[in-house]
């Protein structure tokens, strides 16, 4: 990678720690980078809300989880004394659940088929073990090994499962999570919210079937918190005392002592190409324009907009929806969470997404002992034609979880705070957008650029942290070569 003027275009986490990585690396020096951001502050989605009866309000889970990237991790982990961390290891990693069935599964975040009418249970578990022994059998293990790279998501769960338990069990979760078919989806869906497992069998015999990696890949343990050692590498969970907002301030400031130029309230309006280096016009909220001729360009945000800013012309599809976001306090006897960070909620008579308890791994607990809990709804483009009132939402969302049973007293209103974002935050990796935006493929091309998810059809783009930084460390070192 040539030594020269390096734009990062994003302020978030994944561009200051790439900035950062620079500097380490000793690809650039400090006045060689240029940082955009167009907001007033850094940090992205990771930028908490505040509200002064309620606190400091993450937008959902914000745990770090180890890229097991050393050059990554570090700068993550140095940024803050060690002191200052809350880290969560082993079963403890991850304590997720689901509401599936008229039930909270505090057990396991994979659908349990255990509680399913017994003919219905006995022809799902027949159904699963032939198609597994059929797999088998046939020596088609890659179809279970290799399942991401499966068309769609209803390949995945027809091929993984067997095509009654994609229509029965996995289509109308799919629907109600991300308001489209399996057909008309990435598997990637499978993989953002942990439907790529059933349970079906006790702790007993999955102590028995766990020897398998095969079987292990499709039967779920159904007891998280007792589930013995299965895990390959040493990943953990990172979350500062304080709040990630630390970590991103750490990283800002650091790179301005060290002399990076920040340019806030500004935003890239076009890039383009000429001669080997990039003409980049960026405006701030004045009015003002500025042009820079970087030969390196850093771009956290999406394909799409990389494209829009490049005046690249694609049949993109809208998918600007909604997201809102629901906090409330309530007093721990309460609330019926035990041991959960979060739950995914898949069954579709109710509105909520997911469901964190922020207290539960960061210890965010104010002077009267009242836990945070933060509700998600993620709607499309469809479902938002009928936008309504975000504080309808909440009051329907704190009712869902009333019935749940999750809430058994309701919050009162000043422990209550509403945020809705015009756009849907959590991903549809709709199949059609791959085939109406192939003119975006021409930014793969570019020499000196990276971003998340290039060379990869935008339905398979990264979309965790942890999975972007990995995708960005790729291209990173490729460029180096």
Known sequence: MEK????????GISGLLFATLLLNERICSPNQIVIVESANSCGGLYNPWFCPNLGELD?????????????????????????????LEGNFKDVAGAYYNGRLQTNSPYPDLRFLEKKYR???????????????????????????????????????????????????????????FGDE???????????????????????????????????????????????????????????????????????????????????????????????????????EFLELFPTNIFWSGSRSSLANAMKIKSKNIS????SNYIFCRVDEENLSLPDLYYFY??????????????????????????????????????????????????????????????LTRKPKSNMVRSFQIRKRIFPRPLLLEDELCCNMQRIDN??????????KPLSKSPFFLVDALKDIYSQFQQSLR
């Open 345 to 406: 909620c898949l069954d579709d008579k109710y509105s909520a997404f997911r469901v964190t308890n922020i207290s539960q791994y960061t210890n965010n607990i104010d002077s009267k002992g009242r836990k945070l809990i933060c509700i998600e709804q993620h709607s499309s483009t469809e479902e938002s034609n009928n936008h309504r009132n975000i504080d309808d939402c909440a009051g329907q969302v704190i009712n869902e979880l009333l019935e749940m049973k999750v």
């Open 185 to 287: 989806l990435s598997p990637n869906v499978a993989y953002y919210t942990k439907l790529d497992r059933v349970i079906i069998f006790s702790s007993e015999l999955m102590q028995e079937i766990g020897n398998s990696n095969f079987l292990r890949k499709v039967l779920a343990f159904p007891d998280q918190l007792n589930m013995p050692n299965y895990r390959s590498n040493s990943q953990r969970g990172l979350y500062p005392k304080l709040g990630m907002r630390r970590v991103v301030e750490s990283l800002n400031q650091n790179l301005l002592d060290t002399g990076v130029k920040f340019l806030m309230n500004s935003t890239v309006r076009n890039i383009e190409y000429l001669k080997g280096k990039y003409r980049v016009k960026i405006s701030n909220n004045s009015g």
């Open 446 to 455: 570019l020499p000196n650029i990276i971003f998340p998810g290039k060379n």
């Open 122 to 180: 006995d022809e799902c578990i027949t159904e699963i073990l032939n198609n597994l022994n059929y797999i088998k059998k046939n020596k088609m293990e890659e179809l279970i090994t290799n399942g991401y790279n499966q068309f769609s998501a209803k390949d995945y769960w027809t091929s993984r499962f067997g095509s009654s338990i994609y229509q029965k069990i996995f289509n109308p979760i799919c629907k109600k999570l991300y308001g489209a």
């Open 59 to 87: 937008k959902g889970m914000h745990i770090y989880y180890e890229t097991l990237i050393e050059e990554i991790d570090s700068i993550i982990f140095n940024s803050i004394p060690e002191k200052d961390w809350f880290i």
């Open 319 to 322: 998918q600007k929806g909604e």
């Open 4 to 11: 020269s003027m390096f734009l990062v275009s994003g302020a």
